[in-house]
Every structure is written in structure tokens, then in C-alpha cells.
């Protein structure tokens, strides 16, 4: 028996993904670490949580609110406990918790796999069963997990997959001691050591990437990243492409300085490469524009569909050859598949306007010989009907999203021609 069991256990230990039966579509939410660094308590969490109900942010499915970084005290108490500060919590955090739970919206963890996190505060390495009841006593189900102040290697004689297994092995015993299910969790490890690989069998989801700039320079080059990366991307795991900065131009030092168009396309990007979507901004004095960025239906939809799990990908980079990496210039036409129809991404990555070409059939996701009507995901309208191609301008940093059905045979006086000329014979 006991042989029997060690061998199941090593199957397991070396399954693909994890598939704990949590997680299956990207999560939604805020996190305040893009707005408020560490500079937040619970009355700038009850005011975020009340202005995403307020927003319809909540209604959209924005329902998790991730208190990242400096929430605890510095020291553990006698017992090895975490303690939340209580200058920043004053009626605690599951009082917290509680209020926001009658918004529609769970507080969720951040941890760190090392002695400290990032700012200093306690690390969880070595106390994952204890930080696991203390968020769980929170009520939490959900841990983003950082990376900084990790033990030497002599003393885990692990690699980044072996140290961060640490706590996803806590998660399941944990899981099992409570007869709940298991939390969710992120990796942080900034795409250090191809978390896109090995991510899927520990976790729901991993950064690829580090921390977001709300500048249009850190925005392409997470696109260029993910380009490169989109195939990890499934239920159950997938590529996290880090905290939104829709909503900071003009916030923060130095001030953010995206644009409409570079929001929109931000945006875009991360809702149909299935990333996480986690708000990032300051809602309680935020424009309608960056709420009803925050709060594109259609993209959303995409985002979410119970039944495509898929990151859309590139059909052709545009400004750059076919797969040269270049974050100035990500690749620019993008399409896939989804339950609503085929999806394409179109992105101008220049600084100029730029008019934009392709043929329907550069996406695997089209029928070759048939027409399709065109729905526009950002002014939610039907355009028409395409026939075997589209053109369109795009101003700078632009985006086009479009959902296509199929429209039926393609016009009779196309007969004969074929998109893919090579090889066609008529
Ligand atoms: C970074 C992480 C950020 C944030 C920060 C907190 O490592 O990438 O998203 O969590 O730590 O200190």
C-alpha cells in the first residue's frame, strides 16, 4: 500500500497541470498595489470596494480585491503568527472582509515565498500551513505569491518550480485539513525562470513579466512578451500579465501617461490574452472613460467564455518580421477563436496613424470561401459584412477588436480563387 500510494504521488507530483478543479477562467479584480503602493488601510479598501459596486465594476465581475503588500505588522507574534497592523485595520481584517463581502467582492492574499515580502513585511517561507490559516480566518481563497528574499539554495535545495511547489503543496494539505476547496494561486516570480512552462502544474496562473508601468513602452513590451508565450494560456492556468493601469494617466511619480487609445488597447490585450483582470487605479475619483474601459462587456465576455480557454495569438507581427521579438513594436494582428465568434485583435503599434490590411484568411480561425458579418467590440455595433479582407486607419497605439460570423458562400464572382494560392487548383 504504502508503495502503491508513493507511486501515485510521484504521477501526481509530474501531471501536467494542476487541475484541482479551482480557477478554470481568469480571475477578476483589483489590487492595490498599482494605486496605493503601501500607503492603503481599510477605509481606501471599503471606498474601492463600494465605488466597483457603484461603477457596475462588480455587476461586470470584478468580485476579488487582493490586499497586496504591507498589511501585516513587521514581527510574527509569539505563535508564528502573522498580525494585521491595526493601525491600518482597526476593526481587523475579517471585519473588513465581511463589509466587503455584502458588496459582491472577497478580499484575496498576497504572500511571498521568501523570509520577507518585497516592502519587508513577513515572508511565508517555512509558515505556509499557518499564513494559509491566518488568510483563510480572513476570508480569503486566493494567494498572489511573490518572490522576494528567497532562502539560499543550500537551504531549499530547490529551483524556482521546487521552491514555489512549497506552497502549492500547503494549498492542497491545507485544503484537505479544511474540506475546502484549494486556494487559488498566482505565481510572481516576473517570468524568471519561464513560469509559462512549469507554472500550469502548481498554479492557476504565473507573471510573465515585471511590475507594469502605466507607460506605453512597458505596455508593448508585455504584448511583444506574451506573444511569444500566448500558447500557456488555458482554463485553469495561464499567463498573467500583471496589475491594469487603466485609469493612472496622471497618477503616481512619475505620472502615468497613457493615452485613450493606449488604454483601450491595454485593455484589449489583457481581456483577449486571458490575463487576470485586476483594476489598478483609484475608482473613488476615476472618469467614466477609464470605467467604461474597466468595463467593456464584450471584451469581458471574451475574456471569460466558459468554453474557449485559449489566449488569441499572432498571424502576423506587422512592423517587425514574423516572430522577432521587439517591445517598441509587438505584433500587431492577432486573431482566435472564442464561443462567440472569431476574435482579431488589430494594434497599431507606431507612433503614427497607420492603416491597417489583412486577409480574413490569415487567421487560422476563418473559412477560407465564406463572408462574415463584422461586430465591433469597442463601439458595440455591426459593421457590415467583410469580404475576404478589411482595411481600416488606426491612430497611434490603436486597437480594433472585432468578432466575426460567419455570413454565409462568399460572392459568385469569387468563384475559383483561392486566398492560399500556393498548391490551389481550380
Ligand atoms: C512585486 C510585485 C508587485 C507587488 C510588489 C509588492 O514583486 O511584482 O506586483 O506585489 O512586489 O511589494
Redesign the pocket.
Known amino acids: 500500500m504504502a508503495i502503491l500510494f508513493a507511486c501515485f504521488a510521484t504521477l501526481v507530483g509530474h501531471s501536467i497541470a494542476l487541475n484541482n478543479g479551482v480557477g478554470k477562467v481568469p480571475p477578476m479584480g483589483y489590487d492595490t ?1 498599482n494605486a496605493y503602493g503601501c500607503d492603503y488601510n481599510a477605509s481606501s479598501v471599503l471606498a474601492q470596494g463600494e465605488a466597483m459596486k457603484r461603477t457596475g465594476l462588480v455587476d461586470a465581475g470584478y468580485n476579488i480585491f487582493i490586499l ?2 504591507c498589511y501585516a505588522l513587521k514581527e510574527r507574534n509569539a505563535t508564528g503568527y502573522m498580525v494585521a497592523d491595526p493601525k491600518k485595520f482597526p476593526n481587523g481584517i475579517p471585519a473588513l472582509s465581511k463589509q466587503m463581502n455584502d458588496l459582491g467582492i472577497s478580499l484575496a492574499a ?1 504572500g511571498d515565498n521568501g523570509y520577507y ?3 519587508g513585511y513577513p515572508g511565508s517561507y517555512g509558515h505556509e500551513m499557518k499564513d494559509l490559516e491566518t488568510w483563510h480566518s480572513w476570508g480569503m481563497s486566493y494567494l ?1 505569491y ?3 528574499y528567497i532562502p539560499a539554495d543550500n537551504i531549499t535545495q530547490e529551483n524556482m518550480f521546487g521552491r514555489y511547489t512549497r506552497m502549492s503543496d500547503a494549498i492542497a494539505a491545507f485544503a484537505a485539513k479544511i474540506h475546502r476547496p484549494p486556494f487559488i494561486f498566482y505565481l ?1 516570480e ?1 517570468g524568471w525562470q519561464q513560469p509559462w512552462i512549469w507554472g500550469r502544474r502548481i498554479s492557476q496562473g504565473w ?1 510573465i513579466d ?2 507594469i508601468k502605466p507607460y506605453w513602452s512597458a505596455i508593448a513590451s508585455i504584448i511583444d512578451q506574451a506573444s511569444f508565450q500566448y500558447w500557456a494560456s488555458d482554463f485553469y492556468g495561464r499567463n498573467d500579465m ?2 491594469l493601469e487603466v485609469g493612472n494617466t496622471g497618477q503616481g511619480t512619475p505620472p502615468g501617461n497613457l493615452t485613450y487609445e493606449e488604454s483601450k488597447t491595454h485593455f484589449t490585450a489583457w481581456a483577449l490574452m486571458k490575463s487576470p483582470l485586476i483594476i489598478g487605479t483609484d475608482l473613488t475619483n476615476a472618469t467614466q472613460e477609464t470605467i467604461d474601459i474597466l468595463g467593456n462587456r464584450d471584451l469581458i465576455k471574451i475574456n471569460q467564455d466558459p468554453h474557449v480557454g485559449e489566449s488569441i495569438s499572432p498571424f502576423r507581427w506587422g512592423v517587425n518580421p514574423d516572430y522577432v521579438s521587439n517591445p517598441d513594436h509587438p505584433a500587431e494582428y492577432w486573431s482566435g477563436n472564442s464561443s462567440y465568434g472569431v476574435v482579431f485583435m488589430i494594434i497599431n503599434s507606431q507612433n503614427t496613424e497607420q492603416t491597417m490590411f489583412f486577409n480574413l484568411t490569415e487567421s487560422w480561425a476563418i473559412r477560407a470561401g465564406r463572408q462574415y458579418s463584422v461586430y465591433d467590440m469597442w463601439t458595440h455595433t455591426y459593421e457590415g459584412v467583410a469580404v475576404w479582407n478589411l482595411t481600416f486607419s488606426l491612430p497611434p497605439h490603436g486597437v480594433r477588436a472585432l468578432l466575426l460570423n460567419d455570413a454565409g458562400p462568399q460572392p459568385a464572382n469569387l468563384d475559383g480563387t483561392c486566398a492560399f494560392y500556393y498548391q490551389c487548383s481550380v
Request: proline share 0%.
Open positions: 498595489f497586496d503588500d498576497y515580502t518585497c516592502a498572489k511573490d518572490n522576494c510572481c516576473w507573471r515585471g511590475d500583471d496589475i
